[in-house]
Structure formats: structure tokens, C-alpha cells
């Protein structure tokens, strides 16, 4: 059973250009959860999806960022005109559809702006 | 949410038992004790969770205050392996299906061969 996939791992952009980031959940999980991480700096919580929905984007910036979970196919993070302060490490989350609420993370994109 | 006090920082052996504290003093009836750790260049990890009663699982144990004030993550036998930021995390009862984590920054464990 293979678990949380984000990829790529690792990406490179220069300043003003967009940026997207994947996340495959777990087999049989629903809900997706974006977190960021600054250097040196601990995980805050950007956005929680479900299919199709977004419940929670309390923690996404105003502008340039955006999120989406469609019925098929991956999660995806969008950063458009990308920032310096942007560089980071985006991780994702899933978790089952009922019943716990246990997040299993993927490895992680760590995005680098030039 | 809720807030947590950890240690910054914390050394062990190699198998020797590590107990990392976690204060959290404005803990409600009905938040959740959550403890995640994050190896180096990885996502975070699963530990265990727990509400009133002390629990254990494979990887470790967590011992609750019967005020619920505070907890310890206890690992039985640190390996190198275990070296890691342990996160203490309170899930807080906020209703539907939303269980966002808010990370503190957690105690850096370091554990020396």
C-alpha cells in the first residue's frame, strides 16, 4: 500500500514564474491537508481539502496561492509569480474518510525561487 | 488552538529509555494529546495519540497527568534512528471532519551512539 506521494521532490523557479506542486493521498483517503515549512521553522497549516471541496483555507495566503482536489486525479498546491519568500518545504497530508484522524505526510516539495 | 511547551532541545543514549515532556496547561475535556516526529529531510510521522488513559504502541508510550496538564512520550529504547523533532500537538474537539495540526517547534532529540 503505497503512501502519501507529492512530487517533485525538489523544484526550481525563478521569481515570477508558477508554481505547482502534486499530492497523490493513500488509497481510500478523502482528505488532503497542505502544510508549509520555512527554514528553521516548524509546519503551519495552509489549507484542508476533500474531493472537490475546499473546507479550510485559513492558512493560505491571499493572493498567488491557490489549492484544488478534483475527483480524479492528484491534489494540487498552485503558487502563481513566485517570491523568494516562497521557498520552502510544502508537505501534504492524508487522511481516511471516516473514523481517526491520524495524517500520514508525503516527503515533501521543497521549492527553491532564484 | 490549544498551546504546548516543549523542551527545545534534549540528548540521550543509545538504548536507554528518552522521556520527552510536553506541558499544556489550557488543555479542554475534549482536545486530544497528539505526538508526531520528523527525522531530518522527511515528513512528519505518526506517533500516537491519546485522550485520559495512558497508551502504548509499537513505537512508544504516552503517559498522561491525571490532570491532563501535561504528558510524556516515552521511547522504551532510544535508537539512532529515533533521532528526530518530536512534536507535542493538541487536536482540538472543534467539530466535523477538520483535524488541521498546529506544529509548536517541538524538542529536537538528539541521541548519541
Known amino acids: 500500500n503505497a503512501g502519501v506521494m507529492q512530487n517533485p521532490r525538489h523544484l526550481v523557479r525563478r521569481r515570477g514564474q508558477e508554481a505547482r506542486l502534486r499530492c497523490s493521498p493513500m488509497k481510500g483517503h478523502s482528505h488532503v491537508y497542505w502544510y508549509r515549512q520555512l527554514p528553521e521553522e516548524g509546519l503551519k497549516f495552509m489549507v484542508y481539502?476533500?474531493?472537490?471541496?475546499?473546507?479550510?483555507e485559513s492558512g493560505m495566503p491571499k493572493e498567488r496561492f491557490s489549492a484544488e482536489f478534483p475527483k480524479e486525479g492528484p491534489s494540487i498546491l498552485r503558487i502563481q509569480q513566485v517570491v523568494r519568500g516562497d521557498s520552502a518545504a510544502y508537505f501534504c497530508?492524508?487522511?481516511?474518510?471516516?473514523?481517526?484522524?491520524?495524517?500520514?505526510f508525503g516527503p515533501g516539495t521543497r521549492l527553491t525561487v532564484l | 488552538d490549544a498551546k504546548t511547551t516543549q523542551p527545545n532541545s534534549m540528548e540521550s543514549n543509545e538504548e536507554e529509555p528518552v522521556h520527552l515532556p510536553c506541558n499544556h496547561s489550557?488543555?479542554?475535556?475534549?482536545?486530544?494529546i497528539h505526538w508526531y516526529r520528523q527525522l531530518p529531510s522527511q515528513g512528519p510521522e505518526y506517533v500516537i495519540h491519546?485522550?485520559?488513559s495512558n497508551v502504548n504502541n509499537r513505537m512508544a508510550s504516552l503517559a498522561i497527568a491525571e490532570d491532563r496538564k501535561s504528558s510524556t512520550l516515552i521511547l522504551h529504547r532510544a535508537t539512532l534512528r529515533d533521532a528526530a523533532v518530536y512534536y507535542c500537538i493538541l487536536r482540538v474537539n472543534s467539530g466535523g471532519s477538520n483535524y488541521k495540526l498546529t506544529f509548536g517547534k517541538g524538542t529536537l532529540l538528539t541521541v548519541n551512539p
Open positions: 491519546g485522550l485520559t
Open positions: 489550557t488543555i479542554s475535556g475534549t482536545d486530544y
Open positions: 481539502l476533500q474531493k472537490e471541496n475546499i473546507i479550510d
Open positions: 497530508a492524508s487522511s481516511p474518510q471516516l473514523g481517526t484522524d491520524t495524517q500520514y
